[in-house]
């Protein structure tokens, strides 16, 4: 069972009649367990949120917790599958040196970096590389500005050189077209995964398109069904990198499991394994 360690903040969303669990970590890490991994999470929140996320993946992930004084919330419709419209609240940072220390506890592996708030300090990205054996990036957290009001818009400022460490990206079409034109793929030479809605998804590398792949399942979604989506696929896609698949046969199982998860029957997440 190979080791799949995800760095961000849990998020509560809050939704009409609730709150329900968000962020890329949460999403990444019911994925990673359904395709046999062994899952970590480090991130900065409340005990309540820690516990909350420990249990809703049936306690089968261990989380290391920056304790924090509040969460990060976000306010969201849960018909939308634009994203949510505004951040309410934000957990503290995490910690460059707590990351380091809680990833030399561990056995080394896959590490997913999925930050959603801006929530890294300076030197994350730095220790995730120097204590893993493989690097993932799901970048939009460092791609976003938020107003006193928590409204929030694209903002490449929080993107540092020290993105370019991974050795793969899962971006959406929105966020491929705007680090092209800023230059800022300029000279990378890992993966990226470019996910295309219900279009499916390609993977290149410098710019060259290695593979393109349609999802196998056509139709409507329910459009909140399609929330935590990205976070499936890029799990899908790392895990499947890290173990030594081909580009294009990472990119094949990350198109699949998520067409499955939009599609599934049920408004709770459902995560599917190598047979789906």
């Known amino acids: 069972m190979s080791d799949y360690t995800l760095i961000g903040h849990?998020?509560?969303?809050?939704?009409?009649?609730?709150?329900?669990?968000?962020?890329?970590?949460?999403?990444?890490?019911?994925?990673?367990?359904?395709?046999?991994?062994?899952?970590?999470?480090?991130?900065?929140?409340?005990?309540?949120?820690?516990?909350?996320?420990?249990?809703?993946?049936?306690?089968?992930?261990?989380?290391?917790?920056?304790?924090?004084?509040?969460?990060?919330?976000?306010?969201?419709?849960?018909?939308?599958?634009?994203?949510?419209?505004?951040?309410?609240?934000?957990?503290?940072?995490?910690?460059?040196?707590?990351?380091?220390?809680?990833?030399?506890?561990?056995?080394?592996?896959?590490?997913?970096?999925?930050?959603?708030?801006?929530?890294?300090?300076?030197?994350?990205?730095?220790?995730a590389r120097k204590g893993s054996d493989y690097l993932g990036l799901t970048p939009q957290g460092l791609l976003r500005s938020f107003a006193a009001?928590?409204?929030?818009?694209?903002?490449?400022?929080?993107?540092?050189?020290?993105?370019?460490?991974?050795?793969?990206?899962?971006?959406?079409?929105?966020?491929?077209?705007?680090?092209?034109?800023?230059?800022?793929?300029d000279g990378y030479g890992g993966l990226v995964f470019q996910t295309r809605g219900p279009d499916g998804a390609t993977v290149s590398r410098a710019g060259v398109v290695l593979g393109e792949r349609s999802p196998s399942l056509r139709g409507a979604v329910e459009p909140s069904h399609t929330i935590g989506a990205g976070d499936v696929f890029a799990a899908a896609a790392f895990i499947a990198s890290a173990a030594g698949e081909s580009p294009t046969d990472a990119l094949e199982l990350a198109v699949e499991v998520s067409c499955h998860y939009v599609h599934r029957g049920t408004d709770a997440p459902v995560y599917f394994g190598i047979e789906a």
């Open 149 to 185: 009001d928590g409204t929030y818009c694209f903002d490449p400022s929080g993107w540092t050189p020290s993105a370019q460490l991974a050795d793969a990206l899962v971006v959406n079409e929105g966020e491929y077209r705007a680090l092209i034109e800023l230059g800022l793929l």
């Open 10 to 127: 849990v998020c509560l969303d809050e939704v009409e009649g609730g709150t329900r669990l968000g962020g890329t970590v949460h999403f990444s890490a019911g994925q990673a367990l359904a395709l046999g991994c062994s899952v970590r999470v480090i991130t900065s929140a409340t005990p309540a949120l820690a516990r909350r996320l420990f249990e809703d993946h049936d306690g089968a992930i261990a989380v290391d917790l920056q304790e924090s004084a509040c969460d990060t919330r976000f306010g969201f419709s849960a018909e939308s599958d634009g994203g949510p419209a505004r951040l309410l609240s934000g957990a503290d940072p995490l910690d460059a040196a707590a990351v380091a220390m809680q990833l030399v506890q561990g056995e080394r592996g896959t590490v997913h970096l999925g930050p959603i708030a801006n929530e890294f300090a300076p030197g994350v990205i730095e220790m």
